[in-house]
């Protein structure tokens, strides 16, 4: 059973960084994404970066340029390194695992870690 957990989220000042990583235990697929989403108080789900394991990113528009997804396959980890935050990047941040097998995906998703920006 592949298993996701977030940490690294907090309390951080406009401007400031923050790096979150995500672990993957229990994966045995090949090909696959793992992707960081955040979700507002009152608003959708969205994602904010992913990354393939062919190491293919895709950023969100309003992150580009600020916040870099990186994965450690030694480590079973990806990480989104979040630099210059902004107040509206305030959200709850998810790790989203993807695996595919056999054509069919296979999606798993973490708790959750917060993350506060003040102004």
């Known amino acids: 059973q592949v298993k996701v957990v977030e940490s690294g989220g907090g309390l951080v000042q406009a401007g400031g960084s923050l790096r979150l990583s995500c672990v993957v235990s229990?994966?045995?697929?090949?090909?696959?994404?793992i992707g960081w989403y955040r979700q507002a108080p009152g608003k959708q789900r969205e994602l904010v970066a992913d990354?393939?394991?062919?190491?293919?990113?895709n950023y969100a528009d309003s992150v580009k340029g600020r916040f870099t997804v990186s994965r450690d396959n030694a480590k079973n980890t990806v990480y989104l390194q979040m630099n210059s935050l902004k107040p509206e990047d305030t959200a709850v941040y998810y790790c989203?695992?993807?695996?595919?097998?056999?054509?069919?995906?296979?999606?798993?998703w973490g708790q959750g870690t917060p993350v506060t920006v003040s102004s």
């Open positions: 990354i393939s394991s062919g190491d293919s990113t």
């Open positions: 989203n695992f993807q695996g595919v097998y056999r054509s069919l995906k296979h999606t798993y």
């Open positions: 229990g994966s045995t697929y090949s090909i696959n994404t």
